[in-house]
């Protein structure tokens, strides 16, 4: 297994030759909290967000094929996808409609922010809207204190290291969270 800095200069270089598709935001609002059963109860509303780089990218096809498999509408993304330039402009601000006014906007609410795939997650973020990432991790994790401060977490780290499971795909893991992995079968 290679150490993180190995892992974080391969990501590097990925997040810089290749581009962000679409952004896919859930925002979550508590509305009460059952102490008898402990069940949390909320309302969410999801949002995706079709992107289009104004920077040549490498598009891979493996990668591209699981995209399609999976729902993933290229056409749509051409067509419809927020045209954006990697890095942050000064002076940008919630109200603009780019990817990083979106992302400012989110950081700075200071909410907990979760992933799922996480590292891959922040790096494409870091390295798309925000600025070019660091030569070293170090420098990488600094700045993510600075940037998430209302905490981030990755739903993939989390089972794999802190739930011992071996297989940490989403669907995987919400449908055995939630029992429902026996009809699925």
Request: net charge negative.
């Given at each position: 297994?290679?150490?993180?800095?190995?892992?974080?200069?391969?990501?590097?270089?990925?997040?810089?030759?290749?581009?962000?598709l679409?952004?896919?935001?859930?925002?979550?609002?508590?509305?009460?909290?059952?102490?008898?059963?402990?069940?949390?109860?909320?309302?969410?509303?999801?949002?995706?967000?079709?992107?289009?780089?104004?920077?040549?990218?490498?598009?891979?096809?493996?990668?591209?094929?699981?995209?399609?498999?999976?729902?993933?509408?290229?056409?749509?993304?051409?067509?419809?996808g927020?045209?954006y330039?990697?890095?942050?402009?000064?002076?940008?601000r919630?109200?603009?409609?780019?990817?990083?006014?979106?992302?400012?906007?989110?950081?700075?609410?200071?909410k907990?922010?979760?992933?799922?795939?996480?590292?891959?997650?922040?790096?494409?973020?870091?390295?798309?809207?925000?600025?070019?990432?660091?030569?070293?991790?170090?420098?990488?994790?600094?700045?993510?204190?600075?940037?998430?401060?209302?905490?981030?977490?990755?739903?993939?780290?989390i089972?794999?290291?802190?739930?011992?499971?071996?297989?940490?795909?989403?669907?995987?893991?919400?449908?055995?969270?939630?029992g429902?992995?026996?009809?699925f079968?």
């Open positions: 297994m290679c150490s993180f800095e190995v892992r974080y200069k391969i990501m590097r270089d990925v997040a810089d030759s290749h581009a962000v679409s952004l896919g935001v859930a925002c979550f609002q508590w509305v009460e909290l059952h102490s008898s059963s402990q069940q949390i109860s909320c309302e969410v509303e999801v949002f995706n967000i079709w992107l289009l780089s104004q920077r040549p990218y490498v598009i891979d096809p493996q990668s591209s094929k699981f995209l399609i498999n999976h729902g993933f509408d290229f056409n749509k993304q051409f067509a419809k927020l045209p330039s990697p890095g942050f402009s000064e002076g940008v919630p109200t603009d409609h780019t990817p990083q006014a979106l992302l400012a906007h989110i950081l700075t609410s200071k907990p922010v979760v992933f799922h795939n996480g590292l891959v997650d922040v790096l494409f973020l870091y390295h798309s809207f925000y600025t070019s990432l660091p030569p070293s991790s170090n420098s990488f994790l600094a700045d993510l204190t600075e940037l998430f401060q209302g905490g981030a977490y990755d739903t993939k780290a089972a794999e290291y802190k739930m011992g499971e071996t297989a940490s795909y989403l669907e995987y893991i919400f449908r055995k969270r939630c429902w992995y026996s009809v079968i």
